[in-house]
């Protein structure tokens, strides 16, 4: 089943803005990772926040975690259109035989318009 | 690129077939995920291996089996294919299956069941 759900479903926006996708999630998270996935292909990790953390950095992209609201966010700003894919938030959790895994969110389609 | 590469790309199966998808691990990395991927969902978590042995497995029949060879590549079995089947099957490597590794994934195997 899926962790949560992610809001807006879908967002079209004009080349420059920025882009604001939310994650909700159901339990407790060891972490949370935010992925983009291209044309229904191989998804491409983007960022890790662990669960102590409040909000991270990298490049255009900029995470924050909530977990008393259990809930994520991934701005992405001065999008381009090559920023068009789908985005997935995902949590990680241990398994009882000592592996992990990764729970999706059912995802964003950003089209980012020129 | 991440160094992940499965095969076949498409796959078209008939209802109650077998069908068995490959991938090949990024170099030096020691574990595998498979996941599902309906369409327009999340992927979800089918199982994980570490070293040639299954350490944690989600919620998916037992007619989803899987191995992992001593050069860490890999595969998914799947006996008694149902229409629900249908979807991209993505693996997934990372370095020692720790947490909070990044996990590569490759680009996908399309399975198409009739």
């Known amino acids: 089943s899926q962790q949560g759900e992610e809001d807006p479903q879908a967002l079209s926006i004009q080349e420059g803005e920025n882009a604001t996708m939310n994650c909700s999630y159901k339990?407790?998270?060891?972490?949370l990772q935010w992925y983009r996935q291209n044309s229904g292909r191989g998804l491409v990790h983007l960022i890790l926040?662990?669960?102590?953390?409040r909000e991270k950095h990298s490049g255009r992209l900029r995470v924050t975690l909530d977990t008393s609201k259990k809930s994520s966010s991934l701005l992405i700003t001065a999008s381009r259109a090559a920023d068009t894919a789908s985005y997935f938030c995902?949590?990680?959790?241990?398994?009882?035989?000592?592996?992990?895994?990764?729970?999706f969110g059912t995802g964003t389609q950003l089209k980012v318009e020129l | 690129e991440t160094g992940v590469t499965q095969s076949p790309t498409h796959l078209i199966k008939t209802r109650g077939q077998q069908v068995t998808l490959r991938c090949s691990s990024q170099?030096?990395?020691?574990?595998v995920s498979w996941y599902q991927q309906a369409l327009g969902q999340g992927p979800q978590f089918i199982f994980q291996?570490?070293?040639?042995?299954?350490?944690g497995r989600g919620n998916f029949p037992p007619r989803f089996s899987g191995l992992q060879f001593p050069n860490y590549s890999s595969e998914l079995n799947v006996n008694a294919l149902e229409l629900d089947d249908s979807a991209l099957y993505l693996c997934?490597?990372?370095?020692?299956?720790?947490?909070?590794?990044?996990?590569?994934f490759g680009p996908g195997t399309r399975l198409t069941v009739t």
């Open positions: 997934a490597s990372s370095l020692d299956g720790l947490l909070e590794e990044e996990q590569y």
């Open positions: 339990t407790s998270i060891n972490n």
């Open positions: 926040i662990r669960s102590n953390e």
């Open positions: 995902a949590t990680g959790n241990i398994l009882t035989g000592g592996g992990n895994k990764l729970t």
């Open positions: 170099s030096g990395h020691n574990t």
């Open positions: 291996y570490y070293r040639e042995e299954e350490n």
